[in-house]
């Protein structure tokens, strides 16, 4: 039996150089090995590389890698109605979940008990309603008002049964289970405007599986809109 050894081996004999491939190793050995376009000698892309960790470098076209084809893709969920009811859940969130962002579409509710966010653990889920070092501000015809919030993460400091409520908040994983968390929203209605922002973090006993939108001790109804989230590890 014969071995063959060389530091390079062209793969193809085209005339047209970018249709032959070679692969190679560099002529002082290092452990890596590289797939390139072209002829050996004289390759012109590289194609494929991997050092001597085991560490694959490649180049991609535009547009080959999809959501799908990732292992922890950008995800949307279904979005849910806020038109009744006191509490809108989203569970099953996958354990490698990094980011969160919660979307409001035209979001109403009965009363001025403003809009928080509550985290959820386990398979339950169990909620946390404690533990949260939140400021939720609002912006309107009486100038700016806010509350501290410890029993989730707040949007504003009050909300108004005649707006409807749009924007975003993201929830994003500091490390272990600790969670930050940031929101805009604009409230609109017929006679004038006004928006809210929110900010704060939290420690879970576990990592995060849920997201439950609400209000201030559940005391307002739903009555117009949508929510939905969006995640990515």
Known sequence: ???LKSNSVQIGQSA?????FTLS?????????KLARGNSGATTADVLTVDASGNVTTTLADG???????????????????????????TGIP????RIMVTFGGVSV?????????????????FTSS?????GISFGGSGLTSTARTNGFAFADTVSAAYTYGGNAVIAKVSGNIYSFNSTLAAATASGDGSCVGA??????????????????????????SVNIMYEG
């Open 1 to 3: 039996m014969s071995l």
């Open 16 to 20: 047209t150089a970018t249709q032959n």
């Open 25 to 33: 190793v560099p002529s002082s050995p290092d452990g890596t090995i």
């Open 64 to 90: 080959i890698v999809t959501p799908a084809k990732l292992a922890q893709p950008l995800t949307l969920a279904t979005a849910q109605a806020t038109t009744s009811g006191t509490a809108i859940d989203f």
């Open 95 to 98: 354990s490698w979940v990094a």
């Open 110 to 126: 009965s009363g001025t008990s403003p809009f928080l966010v509550q985290l959820g653990t386990g398979a339950g889920p169990t």
């Open 131 to 135: 533990g949260y070092t939140s400021i």
């Open 200 to 225: 704060g973090s939290v420690s879970l006993g576990a990592i995060l599986t849920s997201i439950r939108i609400t209000t201030v001790g559940g005391a307002n109804t739903f009555d117009a809109g």
